[in-house]
């Protein structure tokens, strides 16, 4: 099958991996809650938000069997256990180094390559290989500074390594079945449907680790402050950002989606400057421009592939 000759599915990857990168801005202001209260709320705001919009869509569609086991899957992968095993890792670096989490949760588009190749049949000459090895490189040594990684050792390393290691595996081969599903079902009843089932599938788990005092005090837990920023979750790194990556996954190989996502650690970068008056050494720079133009590269070969 032809593939659409256009730019328009990275660019809209891009747009949704440049919004992510926004998301731990957000985030660390809800440490206070338990990671599975944040992704129930905001899995909640975000349907509401979304269902005016795209009901019309989800009732004029009928789901086969396969269809619906696509999205519980990817809906356990990415929506829960991704999220789940990732917000863990981060809250054991007193145990184990930032950089490191980061640096296993880069593994992510080996696992979704792999699966690509497994499941969908994707096709992959050498000019992708060299330019997807180049922007692995390249955003290595932007998210390490000269590319060291403090590999610092402690009591919890080995749990929050396999964590993070988990969070690849699950996000990674959950945009493959993101893939599969969206070649048999629209970018906006697919968002509609992985949030519902991640809405369904996260409440229960509310009961056993919401929080130790139970689910009422999980599901009251949220400050007004703290529902505002799940809300502007919603409209920004969330729902509207998996609204707009699906839009260009749609239209974009898997093996070609996973490396432009990589534009995340360079974005990620550039608003840790601004924010944090975080200087980038020579190194970042010339990484940041070398991943930059791998990604450019590796856009303009989608137009050729078959």
Do not use: C
Request: proline share 3%; no cysteine.
């Amino acid at each position: 099958m032809k593939i659409e000759n256009s730019y328009t599915g990275p660019i809209f990857i891009i747009i949704a991996a440049t919004l992510w990168a926004f998301d731990g801005l957000i985030r660390q202001h809800l440490y206070s809650l338990p990671p599975i209260t944040i992704i129930f709320f905001e899995h909640l705001i975000g349907l509401i938000i979304l269902t005016p919009f795209v009901y019309k869509y989800v009732l004029a569609t009928r789901l086969s069997k396969r269809e619906w086991w696509l999205i519980i899957l990817i809906s356990v992968l990415s929506g829960l256990l991704g999220t789940l095993w990732f917000t863990t890792a981060l809250g054991k670096v007193h145990f184990i180094s930032l950089s490191v989490v980061f640096l296993l949760q880069k593994l992510q588009p080996i696992f979704a390559i792999t699966t690509a190749r497994i499941f969908l049949k994707e096709k992959m000459d050498n000019r992708y290989i060299k330019w997807a090895l180049l922007a692995f490189i390249s955003a290595y040594f932007v998210t390490f500074p000269n590319g060291v990684v403090n590999l610092s050792t402690g009591e919890g390393t080995v749990i929050a390594a396999l964590y993070a290691l988990g969070a690849a595996f699950a996000w990674g081969s959950s945009t493959t079945f993101s893939k599969m599903l969206l070649g048999k079902v629209d970018f906006k009843v697919s968002t509609f449907y992985r949030f519902l089932a991640t809405l369904i599938i996260s409440f229960p788990i509310l009961f056993l680790f919401g929080n130790n005092s139970g689910l009422i005090s999980s599901l009251s837990a949220p400050t007004t402050t703290q529902f505002g920023l799940l809300f502007l979750i919603a409209i920004s790194t969330g729902m509207v950002a998996l609204l707009i990556y699906y839009r260009g996954l749609e239209k974009t190989p898997v093996h070609i989606s996973t490396i432009l996502e990589l534009t995340f650690p360079f974005i990620a970068i550039l608003i840790d400057m601004k924010v944090n008056n975080i200087s980038l050494s020579i190194s970042q720079w010339i990484a940041s421009f070398v991943l930059v133009f791998a990604i450019y590269q590796i856009a303009r070969l989608r137009k050729n592939l078959i």
